[in-house]
Each structure stands twice: as structure tokens, then as C-alpha cells.
């Protein structure tokens, strides 16, 4: 692969963790240093930059929860997005959620112990009628969760649009630089990198905590990688959430596996050498790369996302709560409650979900009947991928929550 080739280093991570926590800002030679560690220290590693994790953020794990708003028919030609110009992937296609459909959603997963939640639409950006909507649809969030944080992340900004957002209660905004400027031409060719940085500037200057990211294994090589890393710390967003590479069918990166479990630990490490004090969330893709490793991951990332993924689906959300507690973790917002007590309150949003009137989704026909929930389930119905199949290997296409009629995960 590209990323890390491996070699002996006499770096000592211990003591340059020390050094970034008296104020040292990482290099560019160390973080490619970081990188190429040997499988065997990996995890010497991870402990070094635990120190700064434990010192910034102590035990405790963030929780977000992902509403897909609108899912599908972008006319951007990103070429690791299942949801572009012409992509082959059979992933549920819907327009905008209703704003009580789009609500509904986003409380199933506060029941579930989310403290964000993430309003996601696909496209290039929205018009201004497309911000009426995603504000009103904030605005009664926030009347039925006021203590729970609102992100929205609905494509590239025009002028005013940010201010408009923040004046409905959106606490932040998401837009993720995903890669190097040096490679982001080989990745998109309908809109620039530099459109991508103006928009995250545009939510700062309106108050929106920024939240900016990366996706990694498309190709980059370790010093792009670095160099992207390094691009967001001089943004200074609030957080990074770092997705790893879902290879969807359809896509032109359909068949890249760059990364190993080892590569994506090295990864989230350097990110938190980079940008010690931010939440560094690992996102999409971490069930299918990290695979075994997820816990020692929180370790370095403080922060996740509970339930499916836009167009994919995740691991149960139960056994990401117990992944948690199991590794000593504790949900932010909920210290003192016990792993138990959180697990029954999955199960009651679960019940509740289930009792949902028939037309609480707009995309039924897409919806899987649940009929399937074998381990030899068809790779195109996720509904065996988490709850009762074997650990997926494939993104497995989202048949449940928004824009379906089925029992989200959550
Ligand atoms: S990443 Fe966003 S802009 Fe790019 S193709 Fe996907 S939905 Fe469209």
C-alpha cells in the first residue's frame, strides 16, 4: 500500500507525546516517522498517543448519529461517493425527509446515547430554499432535544447560508477537506478543493464549531496523508472525524483495499500527535478496516458514530455500547449511567421505532423485509451485516432507517 510503508524507527513515541503535551506542535519528518513504525510497535504507539486523548478528553466517548436528509442523485463526481454523478450502487435513492420524518430519526438516536447529531444531505450545496428546510427541520430538534448538539452538513456554502443556519440553532458544520489538496483533483473534477476550505472558513466566521475531516485509503501517499492532516490542523477544526475508504460496486475506487487494521491505528495516531486537544472521530469504513482492533482505537479517537452510515450500515449499535464500557470508556453526557441502563434504552427506542405508522418513511419499496436474517444473507440486504450476520467484509447498502419503513440502528 501506499500509506506507511513499514521500517525501523528509533522514534520514541512515549517521549514525543510528552513533548506535544508541553507544546511541541508535530513535524511533517516525525508524523511520516509515525507512520512507518513497525507492526510491533503499533501499539506502543497508540498508548503514546492515548496520553494525549486521556489529558484532553479522559475516558469519556462522543456519540453521533447520522440522519441522512437526502440520500442519492448528487450531480458531483467524487469518486469514493456511492451516492455520485453515475454511480452503479444500488444505494436507497430518496429526496428530501420530511421534517418530522427527519426528527423522528434523529431521536431514535439521542435514545441511543447520541450527544450530536449529524444532518447530512448529498449534493453540491443547498439552494436557499433547501436551508428554509434544513432550518425549520433544526429548529424542532432543537424545541425536543435543546441540550443536544446539531451539525449540518449539506455540501458547499454560498454567502449568508452559514449565518442563516446558526440563527436556527445549528451548533456546527461539516465539511470535510477527505484529502491532500496535492491529490484532490485526482478525486473530484466538479468542484475544488479550495471550495471545500472556503466553506469550512464561512461556518467559522458564523460561529458554527467546524468539523473537518478525512477520508483515507484512496490512493494518498504517506506524504499526502501528512500533508492533509497538517491542512486541517491549520483550519483549526473543532473535529476530525478520519472515515476510512468503503469501496462501494459501482464507484471507480470499487475494489481498493489499501488499508490494514495496523495502518488505520498509525493513522488515527498521528492525527492525534497533529491535533492533540480535537475530537478525532473514526467514521465510516472503521467496522470493515479496524475490524478487531475497534477498541484499541478509542484509545486515540474519542469519538464515533452510533448506528449506519449513509448509504451503508454499521455495526449494532448495542454492541458498539458495549464495546465502549468494555474497554473502560464512558459516554459523554452519560457518566454516570451504567452500560445496562443504556443497553435497555437502545432496546426501548428499538420497540418504539417498530411501532412506527406505516408511513413514517418515504422510500418504502426499498425497505428490506427482514425476512432474510440469516448469515448467508444477500450481500445487497445489509439487515444480516450487524445484528445477526457475520462481520461485513463489503460495505453492505443501508435497507433501514431514513427513507425506509424498517427499524433503524440505533
Ligand atoms: S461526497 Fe457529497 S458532493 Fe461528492 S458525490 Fe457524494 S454526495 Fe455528492
Known amino acids: 500500500m501506499s500509506i506507511s510503508p513499514q521500517r525501523s524507527t528509533t522514534i520514541d513515541c512515549t517521549e514525543l507525546a510528552t513533548r506535544i503535551e508541553q507544546g511541541h506542535e508535530l513535524n511533517a519528518e516525525e508524523?511520516?516517522?509515525?507512520?512507518?513504525?513497525?507492526?510491533?510497535?503499533?501499539?506502543?504507539?497508540?498508548a503514546a498517543a492515548g496520553i494525549l486523548r486521556r489529558k484532553h478528553f479522559g475516558n469519556t466517548v462522543k456519540v453521533n448519529y447520522l440522519v441522512n436528509l437526502k440520500s442519492g442523485l448528487c450531480p458531483e463526481d467524487c469518486t469514493y461517493c456511492s451516492q455520485r454523478l453515475g454511480s452503479k450502487a444500488e444505494?436507497?435513492?430518496?429526496?428530501?425527509?420530511?421534517?418530522?420524518?427527519?426528527?423522528?430519526?434523529?431521536?431514535?438516536?439521542?435514545?441511543?446515547?447520541?450527544s450530536r447529531v449529524c444532518m447530512v444531505a448529498s449534493g453540491k450545496g443547498p439552494t436557499d430554499r433547501d436551508i428554509d428546510r434544513v432550518a425549520a427541520m433544526i429548529g424542532s430538534l432543537k424545541e425536543e432535544h435543546p441540550q443536544v448538539e446539531v451539525c449540518a452538513c449539506i455540501g458547499i456554502l454560498k454567502e449568508g447560508q452559514a449565518q442563516r443556519l446558526k440563527a436556527a440553532g445549528a451548533d456546527a458544520y461539516n465539511h470535510n477537506l477527505n484529502t491532500a489538496e496535492s491529490l484532490y483533483p485526482d478525486i473530484c473534477s466538479t468542484h475544488s478543493y479550495a471550495e471545500r476550505v472556503s466553506t469550512v472558513e464561512q461556518s467559522k466566521s458564523a460561529g458554527l464549531s467546524p468539523c473537518s475531516g478525512l477520508i483515507v485509503g484512496l490512493g494518498e501517499t504517506a506524504e499526502q496523508l501528512v500533508e492533509a492532516i497538517f491542512a486541517l490542523?491549520?483550519?483549526?477544526?473543532?473535529?476530525?472525524?478520519?472515515?476510512?475508504?468503503?469501496?462501494?460496486d459501482g464507484t471507480p475506487l470499487q475494489g481498493t483495499w489499501n488499508l490494514t487494521p495496523l495502518a488505520c491505528l498509525r493513522i488515527l495516531a498521528v492525527v492525534?500527535?497533529?491535533?492533540?486537544?480535537?475530537?478525532?472521530?473514526?467514521?465510516?469504513?472503521?467496522?470493515?478496516?479496524l475490524r478487531s482492533l475497534q477498541a484499541n482505537?478509542?484509545?486515540?479517537?474519542?469519538?464515533?458514530?452510533?448506528?449506519?452510515?449513509?448509504?451503508?450500515?454499521?455495526?449494532?449499535?448495542?454492541t458498539d455500547l458495549a464495546m465502549i464500557a468494555d474497554a473502560g470508556f464512558v459516554v459523554l453526557g452519560q457518566e454516570d449511567q451504567d452500560p445496562a441502563s443504556i443497553a435497555r434504552a437502545l432496546g426501548e427506542a428499538a420497540a418504539h421505532a417498530a411501532r412506527q405508522p406505516e408511513d413514517a418513511g418515504n422510500a418504502g419499496a426499498?425497505?428490506?423485509?427482514?425476512?432474510?436474517?440469516?448469515?448467508?444473507?444477500?450481500?445487497?440486504?445489509?439487515?444480516?451485516?450487524?445484528?445477526?450476520?457475520?462481520?461485513?467484509?463489503?460495505?453492505?447498502?443501508?435497507?433501514?432507517?431514513?427513507?425506509?419503513?424498517?427499524?433503524?440502528?440505533?
Not at 35 to 40: E, F, H, I, W
Not at 385 to 409: D, F, H, I, V
Open 31 to 46: 508524523a511520516l516517522e509515525l507512520l512507518s513504525v513497525d507492526d510491533a510497535e503499533v501499539f506502543r504507539l497508540v
Open 91 to 114: 444505494i436507497l435513492k430518496y429526496t428530501w425527509l420530511k421534517p418530522e420524518e427527519a426528527v423522528h430519526q434523529a431521536g431514535l438516536g439521542i435514545a441511543g446515547g447520541a
Open 233 to 248: 490542523r491549520a483550519l483549526d477544526a473543532d473535529s476530525i472525524p478520519v472515515n476510512f475508504l468503503m469501496p462501494f
Open 272 to 289: 492525534r500527535m497533529a491535533c492533540p486537544d480535537k475530537e478525532i472521530r473514526m467514521a465510516g469504513g472503521r467496522e470493515m478496516h
Open 297 to 318: 482505537a478509542l484509545e486515540v479517537a474519542n469519538s464515533l458514530f452510533l448506528g449506519d452510515y449513509l448509504t451503508s450500515e454499521g455495526q449494532d449499535a448495542k
Open 366 to 410: 426499498n425497505g428490506c423485509s427482514g425476512s432474510c436474517c440469516s448469515s448467508d444473507a444477500s450481500p445487497a440486504c445489509g439487515s444480516g451485516s450487524s445484528g445477526c450476520g457475520p462481520a461485513a467484509s463489503q460495505p453492505l447498502l443501508r435497507r433501514r432507517g431514513a427513507g425506509t419503513r424498517e427499524t433503524p440502528n440505533a
